[in-house]
């Protein structure tokens, strides 16, 4: 038996998200099914995190269990032939068998892509979020100075959130323009259900005027969600890397 | 009672194509529900012409009558605001009533995009074509020029069409390239059914040596299906312009 370490990308606007669920077509189902081919059993994948409905994948990780003696070198061709087009294996590496996708992860980076353009592009809907109004830059990086660090971000995750500890690190927070463009970096320990999203609506918030940067501080000071920016919608969304 | 003239682009990955379907989500059947509300009554929109599921448009146009008194000036952005975000009004302007979206073509412009990197790549999968072959440009010029003129398209159809008349006219068959990307683009009077991506397809199979160019002449000579290449997959099919 050997543990295999996958890097995948996935275009998530045709998945019910990252985690299985019965009757959906979800990236971790279609993952499974594919492995299970090879493998000729069904073998259980544990991928780095989950991610939701719409969230697309540059580089998102996962390791299972391989029961049979394949090469680990063919094995991205072999799976890239079994799966669907809009999942494609980048890597495929043997790890310790102590290694784990989720729990030995250091770090996270998730990329939020913005289209500011003020026309409306059809082919943006599925692939970034849109904002039409003028966002103020340095307001912007103010924001995100203010939510970098070690903080409690209950106010910046969603009611929905299963847990009690809601301190996590924020190592930084980048924002790219590029023509009509925004690439808003948010790269962190761990991160709470919706959380980019929230951080990257209050920092467009606050960017286009419609939040004051005292309104932020609440809260992440208060941990008050109300007092914080949007959601951005899903589709804007890309986890870009996983560091062990 | 106003002829209304509209320009609209869509991302056709997440709709069953163009014609209204019963409890299926359609590009006609969004803008109808659309005009319904500014409208107050259901009004029909006759497009240029179906594009199948997975198909995009670029510039599809379609006609409808309006009803009520609404500037057609702001009419793009009243539509807009209330369609999804894979669809995009471009323009709306006034035209004769006897002016008809399908039946006053002149002509009608595709555009089939082709993704010819080694690579697998998760997010060309619903906007190209990938062929993953070398591709010898001087045979498919070759074989573009062939299929240029006014013939019988019998061998470069479905077997679906619905027609006893298969003389179409392609006024231009042009090739670009650009990095790892090849667009091929056709213009023609009127298109049989699945006629653009069967084309591409035979161009296609020539060009990485799977097919000969007799056998796509005796396809377009003999009219059969058999002698010519493969359908391309929906997704990399662009409705690019139509002229009145």
Same mark, same amino acid.
């Given at each position: 038996?050997?543990?295999?370490l996958?890097?995948?990308?996935?275009?998530?606007?045709?998945?019910?998200g990252?985690?299985?669920?019965?009757?959906?077509?979800?990236?971790?189902?279609?993952?499974?099914?594919?492995?299970?081919?090879?493998?000729g059993?069904?073998?259980?994948?544990f991928?780095?995190?989950?991610t939701?409905?719409?969230?697309?994948?540059?580089a998102?990780?996962?390791?299972?269990?391989?029961?049979?003696?394949?090469?680990?070198?063919?094995?991205?061709e072999?799976?890239?032939?079994?799966?669907p087009?809009?999942?494609?294996i980048?890597?495929a590496?043997?790890?310790?068998?102590? +290694?784990?996708?989720? +729990?030995?992860?250091?770090?996270?980076?998730?990329?939020y892509?913005?289209?500011n353009?003020?026309?409306?592009?059809? +082919?943006?809907?599925?692939?970034?979020?849109?904002?039409?109004?003028?966002?103020?830059?340095?307001?912007?990086l103010e924001?995100a100075?203010?939510?970098?660090g070690?903080?409690d971000?209950h106010?910046?995750?969603?009611?929905?959130?299963?847990?009690?500890?809601f301190?996590?690190?924020?190592?930084a927070?980048?924002?790219?323009?590029e023509?009509d463009?925004?690439? +808003?970096?948010?790269?962190?320990?761990?991160?709470l259900y919706n959380?980019v999203?929230?951080?990257?609506?209050?920092?467009?918030?606050v960017?286009?005027?419609?939040?004051?940067i005292?309104s932020?501080?609440e809260a992440?000071?208060k941990?008050?969600?109300?007092?914080?920016?949007?959601?951005?919608?899903?589709?804007?969304?890309?986890?870009?890397?996983?560091?062990?």
């Amino acid at each position: 038996m050997k543990r295999v370490l996958l890097t995948l990308s996935y275009d998530g606007t045709n998945f019910y998200g990252w985690q299985k669920q019965n009757g959906l077509r979800t990236v971790q189902g279609e993952i499974e099914k594919a492995i299970e081919i090879i493998a000729g059993k069904p073998c259980e994948v544990f991928g780095s995190g989950r991610t939701d409905a719409g969230v697309h994948a540059l580089a998102q990780t996962a390791h299972f269990d391989l029961p049979v003696d394949i090469p680990i070198s063919r094995l991205s061709e072999v799976l890239n032939n079994l799966l669907p087009g809009d999942i494609a294996i980048t890597c495929a590496e043997e790890v310790d068998l102590n +290694f784990h996708a989720r +729990f030995s992860i250091k770090k996270k980076r998730y990329q939020y892509r913005v289209y500011n353009g003020n026309v409306k592009d059809a +082919f943006m809907c599925n692939r970034m979020g849109w904002v039409k109004y003028t966002l103020d830059e340095e307001k912007m990086l103010e924001c995100a100075k203010l939510l970098e660090g070690r903080h409690d971000f209950h106010g910046y995750c969603s009611s929905a959130t299963c847990t009690s500890d809601f301190i996590r690190e924020i190592f930084a927070i980048d924002i790219l323009k590029e023509d009509d463009f925004y690439y +808003f970096e948010v790269e962190g320990s761990g991160f709470l259900y919706n959380m980019v999203r929230i951080i990257v609506g209050t920092i467009v918030d606050v960017g286009r005027g419609k939040l004051s940067i005292e309104s932020a501080r609440e809260a992440l000071e208060k941990g008050d969600r109300s007092k914080a920016g949007v959601t951005m919608p899903a589709s804007g969304l890309y986890l870009k890397s996983t560091t062990y």
